[in-house]
């Protein structure tokens, strides 16, 4: 007879990290029932993520969340490389034109509240050290002789995942930079940007803020390698930041310190079975351009409303492979921009001098070049592969519209939410229309219903069909009932 699991639940989350308490929130306020797993028997104080980018606010702003995380942090509207090379954020087509400084805890804050409100359960303590998985679900051992058993498991346990090695699957790629240092420092002058960096030949640099009057120091000496979890001395982390920066801001009173690798990997699959991977565990790159985090966070809210249809039986086994199709090129897509930007940074040869030179020289003159980069870096421009004959904004992110109620609330009923952003937090489908549809009418427990604000714009004679995690799922102009049917049947 086989033993009785010590939990049983929808979904075992497996890392609590943002990408993985995200996830569980999502999960949870949809209804469904999720464990998380965490081997940490406390929180740690260790946080290499500052920077949230657009991409990511919009998808906490989905959530009720982005207003508070902004009042944590610093908004930076451009982003500086090479001395002279600016990324202009203040021009990107979102509520959120900048990157937001804040450390990672934050952000994990919020999220944790969010998912233990919404019901999801957290067990620390609980390090995963077997996998089982069957035609029905998922089991999972861990150290404490307990079990686990849930339809579903995703691990999100980061670049060393437990999960994805039970799994048996693959994780290629390289060191990009090693020796690199990692500190919590006080610094007797503030610098004047959120965020420093500096890079030349004799290494790199990085300085954030926690808001507290402590900084992360983020450094690499070209000349001066160690080996993984050695600790830097005050007088070593003092001499790059000066040679690196120009000047060394009065760095003291060190913390804590210790030294790791900067890998380039990503999982060859991001699903096995019943058993997904997400954020780290899936792909992992180096710190430039400050992606990492806001790629697994953008992870987690492409897979949880998936997971949700495929609970509730509202979606055949191919949705869940979407998250492959989807999710694999844009890791790839990371991989490559933000191994561009480390490796021009740490330039030994003299073509790539030059060519940082030659960047660094043309300066403003490369405005199409950067505003591109922009795009990508703050995850706005990400899209999804769409059928041929598709509308020519499906798989594309949708901006925050305005919108209206399409019919008149009752005396004493609200009006209904004014921005998409607002009416994702439903955690619903979009269905945006200037039109009363008597064919959307048997899908309102699944689709929230709105008119867009300004009836003659854009879209005027549009409808678009808008997914859960603001992507466009079907579109079509000027459709007649039984076209809509079928998009809402298939979808819903």
């Avoid at 009418?441 to 997914?467: C, F, N, Q, Y």
Wanted: glycine content about 10%; hydrophobic content about 40%.
């Amino acid at each position: 007879m086989a033993v009785k699991p010590t939990t049983e639940t929808d979904v075992l989350i497996v890392g609590a990290g943002p990408t993985g308490l995200l996830l569980a929130g999502d999960l949870a306020a949809a209804g469904v029932g999720v464990t998380l797993l965490e081997k940490r028997a406390a929180e740690s104080n260790l946080t290499r993520a500052f920077a949230v980018h657009a991409r990511s606010l919009e998808l906490l702003d989905a959530r009720g969340l982005a207003e508070e995380l902004i009042a944590t942090g610093r908004p930076l509207g451009a982003l500086t490389m090479f001395d002279r090379v600016a990324i202009d954020l203040q021009s990107l087509p979102t509520r959120f034109p900048f990157v937001l400084i804040t450390p990672q805890y934050n952000v994990e804050r919020l999220l944790q509240e969010r998912a233990e409100r919404a019901g999801a359960v957290i067990v620390r303590g609980a390090e995963v050290t077997g996998l089982n998985q069957d035609a029905e679900g998922v089991t999972l051992e861990t150290k404490d002789g307990r079990s686990h058993r849930a339809r579903y498991a995703v691990g999100t346990d980061g670049v060393r995942s437990t999960v994805r090695e039970l799994l048996g699957i693959p994780f290629p790629g390289e060191s990009v930079v090693d020796s690199v240092s990692l500190a919590d420092v006080r610094l007797e002058h503030e610098p004047a940007q959120a965020i420093t960096v500096g890079a030349n030949e004799a290494g790199f640099s990085f300085i954030a803020p926690f808001g507290d009057g402590w900084y992360r120091i983020i450094a690499w000496d070209r000349h001066a390698q160690r080996s993984d979890g050695t600790t830097p001395t005050p007088e070593e982390l003092t001499a790059i930041v000066r040679a690196t920066t120009g000047e060394d801001y009065g760095l003291h009173d060190v913390r804590w310190s210790s030294t790791f690798h900067s890998d380039e990997r990503q999982a060859p699959n991001y699903r096995s079975g019943r058993v997904f991977l997400a954020g780290d565990a899936a792909h992992c790159h180096s710190p430039a351009g400050g992606q990492g985090m806001n790629t697994g966070l953008q992870d987690a809210a492409n897979l949880s409303w998936k997971l949700a249809a495929a609970l509730r039986g509202r979606a055949t086994d191919a949705l869940l492979d979407t998250y492959q199709s989807e999710r694999h090129p844009v890791g790839r897509m990371v991989l490559r921009t933000s191994g561009a930007l480390i490796r021009l940074a740490l330039a030994e040869s003299a073509p790539t001098r030059a060519l940082r030179g030659a960047l660094s020289a043309l300066g403003s003159h490369l405005d199409l070049l950067t505003e591109r980069g922009a795009r990508l870096v703050s995850g706005i421009d990400i899209s999804y592969p769409a059928p041929k004959d598709a509308h020519p904004q499906v798989g594309k992110r949708v901006p925050d519209l305005r919108l209206t109620a399409l019919s008149k609330p009752a005396e004493g009923e609200p009006a209904g939410p004014e921005r998409l952003y607002e009416a994702l937090r439903a955690g619903k489908f979009v269905l945006v229309s200037n039109d009363e549809l008597a064919a959307a009418e048997p899908w309102a427990d699944r689709m929230v219903s709105a008119a867009p604000a300004d009836p003659h714009g854009k879209l005027a004679d549009t409808v678009l069909l808008i997914r859960p995690d603001g992507y466009v799922a079907w579109g079509a102009v000027d459709p007649g009932q039984r076209e809509l049917t079928a998009a809402l049947t298939d979808w819903l």
